[in-house]
Structures are given as structure tokens and as C-alpha cells.
């Protein structure tokens, strides 16, 4: 899925400014040429990932973002015509992300275990420091995209309604009650819900489906087997898991950051849940 071009409102200078002014996570194209500088990679990742979620056609549909940080994504859906988006997040937004960053790299390097984020003065809910990003893209695409700040797992989900495409992306790994998370992203999906996840890489382990002919021994072991039966769990519509995982040959094989992609899509009913699955190459077996 190509990004369409980007409208503003604003002349390159004053989109540079803007894309000085905050630190960012995510890299995002405001117009003029100009793109944030996003800790997550450059663009090209971006519209990696973008283009591997394999998303549906987005016009005229309803897109709710949970964990939306930035706002790539959403406002990603608003260029491809979706009616309604909604970015949802709390979490990231009350968080000094770059401050708690330099807190932790530095506990990390004496040795001793940084303290989580709500734990620390850099957890800031009255002021949104995280949410800076957010709110400076928002403001340079002269964005629609609607802004609701609530912890998704304890506000009431009753007022944003259900919606077509559902994106819980990057979020589930950090969940305390991951089977309630997925309950409570069923109660909002009427159509597709995109679930990013986590993999771990286990030489020599495969997972669920014969090896390519040939393939090298290291393989990807994907949690798709555990999320998927969280997703069963989940009462997403119909009951049916279909998965399809597709296997990196390695570290590099898809030619982007020198990560590795696998993919699982599980089909349920009227629901699609599509996991994306995001190896970490630091982790071994025990």
C-alpha cells in the first residue's frame, strides 16, 4: 500500500520547524519533503510495515487506532480515505519518552534496573509530554483524525462505538491481561482488527508447517501459536483460526534495517486478524 501524497497548509520552513520542535518516534511525511526523524527507522521501514499488514481497501471505512503514539498510522488511514479515525492512547502520551530514554540507557549502563515509566517524573499525565509528536503532525496535515486520551483497558468503551478496521498494533506484548486486551478489541471490531506482535528467533525450532526445501536451520519461533489462542479466546466473530505463516531466511531478508519480518494471518469469520510478528534478535533459548 503506497502512501499517498501529503496536503498542508504550511510552507517546507515552517514544516522543518515543526519537525525540529519534538523528538519522535515514528517518521512521517508532513509535505514539502519534509519527514520527521523517527527513532523507529527511516521511512522505508515505515512504509514496510505499512505495506505488510496487507491492509484492506481504508475509503469510506471507519479506523480506530489503539496505541497510536505518533499517529503514523492513523493519519496513514486518513490519507487512504477512511471516513472516521480515531487515536486512542494514554500510556505513550503521559510518558517523557525521550527523558525516560536517557533515564534508562543510563541505569542500563551502571548496571541497575530502571524503575517503569509510571514510577519515574517522567511519567507526566497533566502535561502529555508524549503526546507533542502527535499533536505537531496532527496539526501540520491539518488532520481529522479524532484525538481520545484513555487507558484502553480501563476507560468505557461504549461511546467510541465499533469499527470497520481496528489497529492494536505494537501494544499486546505490553499488556498485563493480554486475553482481555483481545476481548475488549473484539467489543470494538465489526470488520478487521490488525494485531502486531512479537517472535523470538530459535535455531533450528519450526513452527507449525514444513521448512522450505533447502532452508537454512536457523527459523523464527512465532508466538503466532499462543496468540492464536488468546484470538480464539477472544469472542472476535465466528471461531475459525487460520493461520499462514510465512518464514525469513534470515536476519536480512527482507532488506530493511536488517530485521527479519514473519507474518501469521489468522482469519476469523467476518473478522481478520492479522499478526505480524516482529523477531527479536537479541533473544535465545534458555
Not at 108 to 121: A, D, F, Q, S, Y
Request: hydrophobic share 40%; proline share 6%; glycine share 10%.
Amino acid at each position: 500500500m503506497t502512501s499517498p501524497s501529503t496536503k498542508t497548509a504550511y510552507n517546507k520552513a515552517q514544516l522543518e520547524e515543526m519537525a525540529e520542535s519534538v523528538g519522535w518516534w515514528h517518521s512521517i511525511d508532513l509535505g514539502h519533503g519534509v519527514v520527521t526523524k523517527g527513532f523507529k527507522g527511516p521511512p522505508e521501514i515505515h512504509q514496510y510495515e505499512l505495506e505488510s499488514l496487507r491492509l484492506p481497501d481504508l475509503r469510506d471505512k471507519t479506523v480506530l487506532d489503539i496505541g497510536a503514539l505518533d499517529g503514523f498510522f492513523s493519519f496513514e488511514a486518513e490519507r487512504h480515505g477512511a471516513r472516521r479515525v480515531v487515536a486512542l492512547d494514554h500510556y505513550a502520551w503521559f510518558l517523557d519518552i525521550q527523558k525516560y530514554g536517557q533515564y534508562w540507557a543510563e541505569y542500563k549502563e551502571r548496571g541497575v534496573v530502571p524503575l517503569p515509566g509510571p514510577e519515574t517524573p517522567n511519567w507526566q499525565p497533566d502535561k502529555l509530554p508524549g503526546k507533542r509528536g502527535y499533536g505537531t503532525a496532527h496539526k501540520a496535515l491539518g488532520s481529522k483524525v479524532e484525538t481520545v486520551v484513555g487507558d484502553f483497558m480501563t476507560m468505557d468503551l461504549e461511546p467510541l462505538g465499533t469499527f470497520e478496521v481496528v489497529f492494536f498494533l505494537g501494544v499486546l506484548y505490553h499488556m498485563e491481561n493480554p486475553l482481555a486486551s483481545l476481548r475488549r478489541v473484539a467489543s470494538l471490531s465489526n470488520g478487521v482488527a490488525i494485531i502486531e506482535t512479537h517472535a523470538i528467533v530459535v535455531p533450528g525450532l519450526r513452527v507449525g508447517c514444513a521448512a522450505p526445501r533447502g532452508s537454512p536451520a536457523l527459523r523464527l519461533y512465532v508466538e503466532a501459536a499462543t496468540s492464536i489462542q488468546l484470538i480464539r479466546k477472544a469472542h472476535f466473530t465466528g471461531r475459525r483460526v487460520a493461520p499462514r505463516v510465512t518464514y525469513c531466511e534470515s536476519s536480512t531478508a527482507v532488506g530493511v534495517g536488517g530485521r527479519g519480518i514473519s507474518e501469521a494471518l489468522c482469519t476469523l469469520g467476518s473478522n481478520v486478524s492479522f499478526i505480524r510478528v516482529r523477531p527479536n534478535q537479541g533473544m535465545q533459548p534458555t
